[in-house]
């Protein structure tokens, strides 16, 4: 008989790469259980020694809501343990670490301060930099097939985040509404050696990164929490996740918002 799935099932998979079986398992649906098991799965990885750092914020593009079955954004940790601020614009990826590990390209913030709301001039205020990133995320169910439920009880799918140069945000823009409007104007190419996977937009994610920003920081805020000075936050994929396997080679070329592609050799 199918039992419910819990923390300790989930983060045991995830450790050793292994699938959930969807015959043990009965069906995740319920939103406030997940978000337990997430909460659940926090303790114990801060128990084992790792530190958050910071949210990613899940299924912001709304390009590929249809291809997961997912309609809303979901968020969750990143950890000392997940992330890597680069020294420059490449890096090697051992795809092992990681169960069905898909490549997700993103805009990065790092928080100076708490928001002093989720309004965008507040959102803006708050920033210390901004960068070029790649998330990796994974799947322990079979077939990335999922309920929105059960995607935000395995930790938003978060794997690892690979942060490129951080760039002041006052350089890159000098109001908020600058810089509102540059997230929302910039494109992306995807490329995986000489072909052009994937395209996007900045307005794909929520209407641009600093409206992906708020959304979190509302949702932090129904739950009594906020960001703090030195978060990382990652504001989601603005393309359709792609599959990552050893021998491949990734970079990506953004235009309109001063900030360099990142190349990603897969080992």
Known sequence: MARTLTAADLLANLDVQRLISRDAFAQLDDLAQAERIQDEIVAARVARGERPRGYKIGFTNRTIWPLYGVHHPIWGPIYDTTLRLLDGVSADLDAGRFVLPRLEPEIVFGMRAAPASAALPDLAAALDWIAHGVEVVQSPYPDWRFTAAESFAAQALHGALLVGPRRPAVELAGSPDELTGLLARFSIELHQGDALVA???????????????GHLVRQLGARGRALAPGDVITTGTLTDAQPL?????????????????LSLRVV
């Open 199 to 213: 395209r996007g937009r900045g307005s794909d994610v929520l209407d641009g990164a600093l409206h992906a920003l």
């Open 245 to 261: 396997a050893p021998g491949q080679l990734w970079h990506t070329r953004l235009d309109g918002i001063g900030l360099p592609g």
